[in-house]
């Protein structure tokens, strides 16, 4: 049965009173790229109400290393809302022991967490993945082109014109399911540094090349490592562009009480103080973190 997490009041957007903790058994798993897993968890009272670019706490349980959950974002929901599909890269424990589990097991999730994104209307909705960030974009990508609502009642969103998916990684291996964007409408380019498939690269030198000055308003939407986000953002800082990032914090609750998720964030007056990534994140403008 799910049950509600409560989490401590926040200055700013809090949905943590309204995630569920619950048993998540395991419907679907398999391996879309180099080290990298597909799992589907039966999980309605997460799936019906997640909106793009939140995420989970998952957490095996009957064992204590690791003893702590981990954060997974929502890649998207399937079934009316009853299943929800989360991609992970293999790291450390957690990920670890994740792959190794089967079709029927079970895990305990809560969620769903954390702002998620919200751009308001835009002609262009530019899409910046590096790594694994891309499980954090499918969603918003297919909300703003009208193919899929989100959230419980479903979330009216403003539709872009287009959406563009700029995907850096290290080597061609590490892309996954990267039709997912393409049967969403999505126009897809890739870079890696080896030169291994797409441009030769960084995800800044693609979207040197893939975005002209077209008069277009564009906004960004990014997830990946922090340098890269950095990058990214100094990017869109450059071109006067906003460019909203989701923070891959280390976090040991996601609820807010531990502080273990803190950045920098700077607020109007320019001055900087710790915000919790997991209640007042993971998704801010860019240009108010302290990189
Ligand atoms: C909101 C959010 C959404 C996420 N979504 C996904 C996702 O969809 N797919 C995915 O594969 N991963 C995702 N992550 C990252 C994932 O939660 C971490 O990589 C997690 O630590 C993996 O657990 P692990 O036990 O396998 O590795 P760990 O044993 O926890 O990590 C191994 C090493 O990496 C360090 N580390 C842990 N977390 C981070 C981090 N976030 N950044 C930098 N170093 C870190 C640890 O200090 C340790 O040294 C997300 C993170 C956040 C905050
Ligand atoms: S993870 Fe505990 S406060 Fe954010």
Known sequence: MAEAVTAGASPTACYADRAAH?????????????????????CPAIAANAVPGQFAMVRIPDRNDPLLARPLAVYDTFAAGRYADFIYLVHGKFTTALKDMSVGDELVVWGPLGNGFDPPAVDHLVLVAGGIGQTALLALGRERLGGATYGSPGRVAPLARRVTLCWGARHAGMFGDVDDFRNAGIDVHLATLDGSTGRQGTVVDLLNDVLGDDGESLRVACCGPEPMMAAVTRWAQSRHVVCDVSLEAPMACGIGICFTCVAKVRDAEGTWDYRRTCVEGPVFDGSTIEW
């Open 22 to 42: 619950t048993p998540a058994r395991i419907v679907a798993h398999s391996q879309v790229a180099d080290s990298t897993f597909r799992i589907r968890l039966d």
